[in-house]
């Protein structure tokens, strides 16, 4: 479901600026696809198995400090095992306003999300408010940090602004698998394939100072992108692999990734 306190899916028939975003076969495939991708989805990752948790002590410790509140942030390359991990935890997530953004909040509330919807081009403020408000509220709460579309991992201000708004860490969740698809996307977005062994990395949190601004908050950004990273390592490490989206150089596609 959605939940009542976000931006509304959109009403296809009500606005006429937001009707051009959709097609005439849309409202069938919004009403029949995401439920039976998300069935497909808990099939398909259930056959993946998780063999280690890097972190786990220092992320129940963060959650002890906070009441049991956070701010989990990964990369858009790693947000295919998300969509199975997080729905059990019940995740609060922001999903843009546009027409992908439709198809992936109505599957994303199928797998056990809840949306609220917006993003840094658009909608952006009245969303972080919403996050902020279920954040305080005792959710917790999952942020992309450098999607929806990038730079692929360089971190936005976004999940920053709901930590320091809401006083709680920011803890990014990263993965990585023996085995995986690398897609030709802006950043070379990853899924794992079928029976994978999967390795799970819960980052040092990062606590955003109340206060913070300017110089001192881009720290804070900064630290966050940098664990993101060692994280995303580590995950791929643990397999013997580095940086498994790596592929040659196109001259529309360029060879992407920290060093």
């Known amino acids: 479901m959605t939940y009542k306190l976000t931006i509304p899916i959109y009403n296809m028939e009500k606005q006429s600026s937001h009707k051009s975003l959709f097609r005439w076969y849309d409202p069938p495939l919004l009403w029949g696809l995401p439920p039976l991708v998300a069935a497909l989805i808990r099939l398909f990752m259930g056959s993946c198995r998780v063999i280690v948790t890097e972190g786990a002590e220092r992320h129940n410790e963060a959650l002890r400090i906070s009441s049991g509140k956070a701010v989990y942030v990964t990369w858009h390359q790693r947000m295919a095992y998300h ?3 997080g729905g059990f935890k019940g995740l ?11 198809y992936a909040a109505r599957l994303a509330t199928n797998l056990g999300f809840r949306c609220v919807r917006g993003s840094s081009t658009l909608g952006g403020v009245e969303a972080l408010r919403a996050m902020i408000k279920l954040t305080k509220g005792g959710h917790l709460t999952g942020m992309l940090a450098d999607g929806p579309q990038g730079p692929a991992r360089v971190a936005k201000i976004g999940a920053l602004a709901i930590a320091r708004a809401a006083g709680i860490p920011l803890i990014g969740v990263l993965w990585g698998a023996d085995r995986c698809w690398v897609l030709n996307s802006w950043d070379r977005y990853i899924i794992p394939k079928p029976f994978a062994k999967i390795s799970i990395c819960y980052s040092p949190p990062v606590w955003v100072p109340q206060g913070a601004r300017g110089e ?9 992108e940098d664990e993101l990273n060692k994280g995303t390592t580590w995950c791929d490490g643990f397999f013997g692999r580095e940086r498994p989206w790596r ?9 992407i990734g920290p060093i």
């Open 83 to 85: 969509f199975y991990y």
């Open 92 to 102: 609060s997530l922001m999903v843009s306003r546009s027409r992908d953004g439709e």
């Open 216 to 224: 001192e908050l881009e720290l804070c950004r900064r630290r966050l």
């Open 247 to 255: 592929k040659v150089k196109t001259s529309d596609m360029p060879e």
